[in-house]
């Protein structure tokens, strides 16, 4: 069965790879030969999607080391998958804005000026690449790395439009021994549902520290 998969890398960090030693990781193993293959061992992965966009350096705690490691990383996903690994970014948003100031009962009058950072168009271009993918007949199941309800209406869209012509599969990133809440809202329209992913096969699925090119090797960041 042909298969894509489209992870969503701003939920994926958060739910699982934060303050972890698992930043390194091999996407298309972890999902493909982990996780996709075990559901289903007939499925072909064609195409493993990354949405994800750009460090903001000026903001990050590590500064100019943070969007380097990034870079990096990214070089590394699609030297060691040239055909399969497909890294589409979106941006980061950095605004000034108004919001209440926290206490209780909330008071309207009390607002305090903050910097809000956002992340632009991941949701968009996960959802407008996996129902192109879907309706164009290029893949018989699409898998959603995301525990995001942004994505709900492209899903109802994919069920309405494609009834069971179309497979899909929702992962939620959250580790097997989280206290985050599970998104259900997703799974209602899909096939199947894996609800974590453990520690083992994120430990299983680092990229080699030193991925080769043909001149100097992309080298896993010291501070990750």
């Known amino acids: 069965m042909k298969t894509n998969v489209y992870i969503d890398g701003y939920n994926l960090f958060y739910g699982c790879l934060k303050h972890s030693d698992d930043k390194w990781l091999d996407l298309y193993h972890l999902f493909a030969n982990r996780i996709i293959h075990a559901q289903d061992p007939n499925a072909v992965i064609e195409t493993v999607y990354f949405f994800t966009a750009d460090i903001k350096s000026k903001i990050s705690t590590q500064g100019e080391a943070a969007q380097n490691a990034q870079q990096s990383y990214h070089r590394a996903l699609q030297k060691m998958y040239p055909n399969n690994m497909k890294i589409i970014k979106g941006y980061y948003a950095l605004e000034k804005g108004n919001l209440l100031r926290y206490k209780q009962p909330p008071d309207k009058s009390d607002r305090v000026e903050v910097w809000r950072l956002e992340e632009k168009q991941t949701d968009v271009n996960i959802t407008l690449t996996a129902y192109r993918d879907a309706i164009q007949n290029k893949v018989q199941q699409v898998v959603f790395v995301t525990n995001d309800t ?75």
Not at 185 to 210: G, M, Q, V
């Open 150 to 224: 942004d994505i709900e209406p492209a899903l109802r869209a994919l069920r309405e439009d494609m009834g069971d012509a179309i497979v899909i599969g929702i992962i939620i990133p959250i580790r097997a021994n989280s206290r985050r809440p599970q998104n259900e809202r997703l799974s209602k329209y899909a096939n199947w549902t894996r609800s974590y992913i453990t520690n083992d096969e994120l430990a299983d699925s680092h990229l080699p520290d030193k991925v080769p090119t043909a001149k100097k090797p992309i080298l896993k960041p010291e501070y990750w």
